[in-house]
């Protein structure tokens, strides 16, 4: 039996571990990346491990989201970052120069490369067929220090798409119609291949949205082959001598196989509060908007922006709609401003911001109150956008400019016909951005700049034997990163200050969290299934262990998020039988003991000492990930292991 693409690469970077499903796997990482609302945790902690130079063949540190600098927090934080980088081996890409992923793709990714980022939309590489991961910044400083990445060996699954896009329908419609299909959680513990002939009409920015989007189905990641249109999209990026073809083998096995005909699709949204609330466009049509907004990772590439140029050039959107376009990289910028496409965009009347992620982590453009806001980005989630009851749908860009221009969610394909639009041979290349690391001999004098918002990680706490705690917040399913740790514009500069941000934890579900938690000293959350969706935000986990809280128990995790939760040191805990998740209530006592017994047999016995309920709870964890919580998470393990 054949093994598929995603299985090749794994194969060849493989560490420890059998490649059986469920099994743990260790991989060799080849690249890293890193951006700075993550950056600076991962670079602290990278700091602790004392490596001098990182192991990996390329490590890149970006600045992209913290680009608004309303006081000295970021602009510290982007000199500390790259202080770091030149000292310590890693590549530098200045504010400005253009989102992480937008950038990697053009400049950086290589088929065939494993890949890990301290951002969740790192897969946006295996639109080039790289195996890329989302991660937290702990397990990317490993990787850097040339430790392996772990990761449970994830099931296969595989989309065949048929026939081709028909104008107006885009690789957006085709993420939004696999969400449609899979929901949320539908790609949690799978990597995704895409495949069929409908592949060979997708340029790799196309298949970058799809893989981009792939996170929003809790996948471990997805993956296109490399192929023809890998080839040509390298060499117009002037790096043809990095293509390798890929593909899975043809008797590869797949647990799941999914038909879609590119044919037939027709352009749909994700309406609020979650990107698999999915239907068509069409069905909405009328809808009054407020806001419209281009860009981010998912969709801002050269070919976005001339197509949401084209069908701008000579229109003006409508007085009631304010639009945002932020190109997703400095090359996109250039190409779009040296072609005159930038001031059709402008003529009509859009907002240019810079090329950074911006409003899609509520970095300001915030909507109006209750304001409806469509975006082309990948989440929707309650309170992202920076304004608590605004109703964001996501969408292509196609869809983005009909709404700009009508004042009402519009089916695109009724703004007549497409226009044509050339894709050049050659992108222009211009890395002046990129600032090389310092030479090994040069970087040992240089100094690393530390700004006064850098504050201490929060004290590691060792599992012990047995645990009382306070059920201090239950919450229900599909909570999001950005539930348990909001980002913004008012929180995010604080992404090195846990202390700072910690009085912001859970505040979107109950503000009073975080007085609570710190009062009852030591504590438990419950929550329902696909717990921590979203982001690889590790503060999600580290400013819960500030708070004291030591064991999650849930009906099921997401997958970096249960990742974090072990490298911060808390335990995460399931029902063994889902149902008794309603046996517990937020305020009551709970006891676990004989913690280490369980993490050895797999299951703990809960009890409620306030109703007297004994609940059975599932953990499976292996030799790791036990001396992991056994020594209070990920870096004090990683202490012992270097004595
Ligand atoms: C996001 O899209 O939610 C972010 C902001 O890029 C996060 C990372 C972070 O929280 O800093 C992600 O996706 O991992
Ligand atoms: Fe940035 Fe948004 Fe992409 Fe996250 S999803 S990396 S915030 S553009």
């Not at 008012?490 to 700072?500: A, F, G, H, M």
Request: glycine share 10%; with cysteine.
């Amino acid at each position: 039996m054949g093994y598929t693409l995603a299985q090749k690469i794994i194969k060849s970077h493989l560490v420890s571990g059998e490649m059986a499903v469920g099994n743990e796997i260790a991989l060799r990482i080849d690249q890293t990346l890193t951006q700075d609302a993550t950056g600076t945790m991962a670079y602290l902690e990278f700091e602790s491990m004392g490596v001098p130079r990182v192991r990996t063949e390329r490590s890149v540190a970006y600045i992209d989201h913290n680009t608004l600098q309303s006081g000295f927090e970021n602009a510290d934080d982007h000199r500390y970052i790259q202080s770091v980088a030149a000292k310590h081996g890693i590549w530098f890409s200045r504010p400005g120069n253009g989102i992480c992923h937008q950038v990697h793709l053009e400049r950086f990714g290589v088929p065939g490369k494993t890949l890990i980022g301290s951002d969740s939309h790192t897969p946006t590489g295996g639109g080039i067929g790289m195996l890329a991961f989302g991660a937290g910044g702990m397990d990317v400083a490993v990787a850097m220090g040339g430790g392996a990445y772990y990761i449970t060996m994830p099931k296969m699954f595989k989309v065949n798409l048929t026939g081709r896009l028909q104008p107006f329908v885009t690789a957006k419609d085709v993420s939004l119609e696999i969400l449609r299909i899979l929901s949320v959680k539908g790609g949690v513990g799978a990597i995704i291949e895409w495949g069929g002939e409908g592949i060979a009409s997708l340029s790799v920015p196309e298949r970058a949205t799809i893989t981009n989007m792939g996170t929003e189905l809790g996948a471990t990641t997805s993956i296109f082959p490399s192929d023809e249109v890998t080839r040509a999209f390298l060499a117009a990026e002037g790096r043809e001598a990095d293509y390798v073809p890929l593909a899975a083998d043809p008797d590869a096995c797949y647990d799941r196989v999914i038909d879609i005909d590119l044919n037939t699709l027709e352009p749909l949204i994700a309406c609020p509060h979650s990107p698999d609330n999915v239907v068509k466009v069409a069905s909405l049509a009328g809808t009054k908007v407020d806001q419209v907004c281009v860009g981010s990772c998912t969709n801002s590439s050269l070919m976005d922006m001339y197509k949401v140029a084209a069908l701008l050039k000579g229109r003006t959107i409508s007085p009631d709609v304010s639009m945002s376009v932020s190109p997703g990289s400095k090359q996109v910028l250039k190409m779009l401003a040296s072609s005159g496409a930038l001031s059709d965009i402008l003529s009509a009347g859009a907002r240019l911001l810079e090329c950074a992620c911006g409003p899609c982590i509520g970095m300001g453009f915030s909507p109006n109150s209750a304001g409806v806001s469509l975006r082309t980005f990948n989440r929707n989630f309650l309170g992202r956008s920076g304004t608590a009851d605004a109703k964001v749908y996501l969408v292509s860009p196609e869809t983005a400019v009909a709404a700009a221009l009508t004042g009402t969610i519009t089916d695109p394909r009724t703004l007549g016909a497409m226009p044509h639009i050339a894709m050049p041979d050659r992108f222009v290349v211009d890395d002046s951005a990129v600032l090389a690391p310092a030479d090994p001999e040069s970087a040992k004098a240089l100094p690393i700049l530390r700004g006064p918002n850098i504050k201490p990680f929060p004290e590691a706490r060792p599992q012990l034997d047995s645990l009382r705690a306070e059920l201090v917040l239950k919450v229900g399913d599909n909570i999001t990163t950005d539930h348990i740790m909001p980002a913004g514009a008012k929180i995010l500069p604080y992404r090195s200050n846990i202390p700072y941000l910690s009085q912001f934890c859970f505040a979107v579900c109950d503000k009073t969290f975080a007085a609570r938690a710190q009062e009852a000293g030591e504590s438990i959350v419950v929550g329902g299934s696909n717990y921590g969706q979203g982001s690889s935000r590790e503060h999600a986990a580290l400013v819960p262990l500030y708070l004291g809280v030591r064991a999650v128990v849930a009906k099921s995790f997401a997958r970096i998020h249960v990742a974090n939760l072990i490298n911060a040191g808390i335990m995460p805990l399931t029902f063994a039988n889902p149902d008794d998740y309603d046996k517990i209530a937020q305020g009551d006592r709970l006891s676990i003991h004989c913690v280490w017994q369980g993490m050895e047999t797999g299951t703990m016995t809960l009890e409620d000492e306030t109703n007297g309920a004994k609940i059975t709870l599932s953990c499976h964890f292996t030799d790791r990930q036990k001396a992991i919580l056994k020594a209070g998470g990920l870096l004090a393990y990683t202490g012992t292991q270097l004595q």
